[in-house]
Nanobody, 127 residues
Framework: VQLQASGGGLVQAGGSLRLSCTASGRTFSSYEMGWFRQAPGKEREFVAIISRGGSTTYYADSVKGRFTISRDNAKNTVYLQMNSLKPEDTAVYYC?????????????????????WGKGTQVTVSS
């Protein structure tokens, strides 16, 4: 499976960005999709995960109420709408897919358990 993320950039605090990730090489609608991020000197962390059909979502506490994950199975694309951005949101953002993403969201598995990653996209939030 190949994942291609885009949409990162530089934004001022309080601003918004929308990340997109397009998947190919497998049946997109059959797998959970997620977004993770990694700041300099920190481990990669879960941000948001969406179920196969899009009806169930999970968010890290740090982004609840500000970020929204969605997917368009017809376009093989998952999105992350990021509003009210803060400097602490600065990181490289990665999209991912795997059958165990819900377990990652619930803390039963770590990000290192995820098998399929896209190349990251840098998000920088200035204060």
């Amino acid at each position: 499976v190949q994942l291609q993320a885009s949409g990162g950039g530089l934004v001022q605090a309080g601003g918004s960005l929308r990340l997109s990730c397009t998947a190919s090489g497998r049946t997109f609608s059959s797998y959970e999709m997620g977004w993770f991020r990694q700041a300099p000197g920190k481990e990669r962390e879960f941000v948001a995960i969406i179920s196969r059909g899009g009806s169930t979502t999970y968010y890290a506490d740090s982004v609840k109420g500000r970020f929204t994950i969605s997917r368009d199975n017809a376009k093989n694309t998952v999105y992350l709408q990021m509003n009210s951005l803060k400097p602490e949101d600065t990181a490289v953002y990665y999209c991912a897919t795997d059958s165990l993403l819900t377990r990652v969201a619930l803390g039963a598995r770590g990000a290192s358990s995820v098998n399929y990653w896209g190349k990251g996209t840098q998000v920088t939030v200035s204060s």
